[in-house]
């Protein structure tokens, strides 16, 4: 009997030391204290809808060698956790790695998607600098030729073609998104206040904006890394707001690998108010001491695994695509649909949102200008299809300030005019021609909304045609010029994107609401 009791204590002891050897952390890696209840997430209510998290990263600190092992060891926890992030790489960061021969860093990179982060970062002269003093065009060009041979190293070095853009510090300028989408990149990522859409993704310039999101810049560690358990508060009230909203809806959650490890930004040591040493003379960053290091770990690490114990799905900037297509792009519109976008035309122009897919302002000159056009040549099937977006004027147009008309016959002069320049350039035209009378597009639009209804309604012509003053309303949602938007420290002293703006109103035609796919599909599908 004696014997039978010690062997069930020994069975008993022997079960307790298996699970204590369970519940060790890796090695190296702390333990993650349990949550109270207090902080555990609610269960989500019937009906609510899905929430996706981006969490991206940029990384782009080339000077600092600390932050190479920074970044592995992000990697690396977040494939322990079955997360995959974005990681919008510079390419001279990338280089470097290669020239440190830090492959494991690289590996440890794989599984995991790739973005772009320019080619250097903060050298001189910035993108927002270069672009400034360029028209649409040659800005496009510009872009290309400085940056495409970085975009082209990191498909090299990493074996995958990166899948997004995200600008360095506040150097923003719309030209980039057009540059961007030729190379076949279709989703931006960032968080800074050029333009927005109500905190919400949006289509600009034919581009998937994650951009000026309303809780991007909120759910931040502060200087010291000592707020987590406030971020954590503030999760669970965005988890509540996007869950609850119709579809569901999006987190965007972003970090820089090197702010784990130093007290300051590499480039604003070295780059700041224009300065561009030559690498000999290039600065280490302060670090942090490995008490602070493991603090803002924790900080990462503990919120990165608040956010899992919630009913979230982790997704990249290439599966945005999926959550949010452009269901308008290629889209075949019948005569009925043609009447209703013409219907919905005023002379305050904006985007329009039909259910499932929106429209921009360009596409609806595009879609009203072809049914006109098919029209007037005798070709009108009753249908016409969307073939993309086409980018706003390259120009401000002249204004018109009152009302005048012109016979049937120049206008639809006008139509077909306006169809060449929107099939040879893939721009609206600036200013418009109606007859011997320069007129902006937005006039054009009305005017053509207008002439589009009676076409559908009737089957015949006008006699005569009226245009008057109209205004696009899509450019309040770019940021006003103010010191305040030029201030990230590495811009030379004084500058100033008075034309970057100018060119991202006009582009402003080009604008309209990212729609959330159902919730039936996942964008894991």
């Known amino acids: 009997m004696l014997r039978m009791q010690k062997s069930k204590y020994a069975f008993v002891l022997l079960i307790v030391l298996l699970a204590g050897l369970a519940l060790m952390p890796e090695r ?87 973005g772009y982060h320019t080619d250097t970062h903060s050298q001189h002269p910035t993108l927002a600098e270069f672009e400034e003093p360029l028209d649409w065009k040659d800005g496009i060009e510009e872009f290309t030729r400085r940056e495409r041979a970085g975009f082209d190293d990191l498909h090299r070095i990493h074996g995958q073609i990166p899948t997004c853009y995200g600008q360095p510090g506040g150097s923003w300028a719309p030209q980039i998104l057009a540059a961007l989408r030729q190379w076949g990149v279709n989703v931006y990522i960032d968080e800074a206040p050029d333009i927005g859409l109500d905190g919400k993704p949006f289509w600009y310039a034919g581009m998937l904006n994650i951009f000026n999101t309303t809780y991007g810049f909120k759910l931040r560690p502060n200087d010291d890394f000592s707020n987590l358990a406030d971020v954590k508060a503030l999760f669970q009230k965005v988890y509540t707001e996007t869950a609850s909203q119709t579809g569901g809806g999006i987190i965007s959650v972003h970090f820089h690998p090197c702010e784990f490890v130093h007290r300051e930004f590499w480039d604003g040591v070295n780059f700041a108010h224009g300065s561009d040493p030559p690498p000999s003379d290039w600065k280490l960053p302060r670090v942090k001491t490995p008490e602070e290091s493991e603090k803002a770990f924790g900080f990462f690490e503990g919120f990165v695994l608040h956010m899992k114990s919630f009913p979230v799905q982790f997704v990249t900037a290439s599966q945005g695509m999926k959550l949010y297509p452009d269901l308008a792009r290629n889209r075949t519109f019948s005569k009925t649909e043609i009447a209703e976008i013409a219907r919905l035309v005023r002379s305050d122009v904006s985007f329009q949102v039909h259910g499932d897919y929106a429209l921009s302002p360009s596409e609806v000159l595009s879609l009203l200008n072809k049914y006109a056009a098919a029209f007037i040549g005798n070709k009108s099937s009753g249908a016409v299809s969307l ?14 300030t009152r009302q005048f008309e012109v016979p049937w016959y120049n206008f639809s002069r006008t139509i077909l005019d306006v169809s060449d320049a929107l099939a040879k350039s893939g721009q609206v035209p600036y200013p418009v021609w109606v007859g011997s009378t320069p007129v902006p597009p937005e006039c054009y639009l009305a005017a053509l909304a207008r002439v589009s209804t009676i076409l559908v309604e009737s089957g015949k012509a006008p006699a005569t045609v009226a245009v008057g003053p109209a205004k696009l309303t899509t450019t309040q949602y770019v940021a006003k010029d103010s010191p305040d938007l030029w201030d990230w420290p590495i811009y030379h002293p004084g500058f100033q994107g008075t034309h970057i703006l100018e060119l991202a109103r006009l582009q402003t035609w080009t604008l309209k609401p990212a729609i959330l796919r159902s919730a039936t599909h996942s964008a894991t599908q």
């Open 28 to 114: 190296g890696h702390p333990v993650m204290a349990a949550p109270n209840a207090a902080s555990l997430p609610a269960t989500p209510q019937p009906g609510a809808g899905p929430v996706s998290v981006f969490i991206w990263f940029d990384t782009e600190d080339y000077i600092l060698p600390q932050s190479d092992d920074a970044l592995r060891r992000v990697a690396e926890f977040l494939t322990r956790n079955g997360i995959r992030g974005t990681f919008k790489m510079v390419a001279e960061k990338s280089r470097v790695l290669e020239r440190r021969g830090r492959k494991d860093v690289l590996a440890s990179l794989v599984p995991h998607e790739i």
């Open 387 to 400: 073939d993309a977006t086409p980018y706003g004027p390259s120009r401000a147009a002249v204004q018109l």
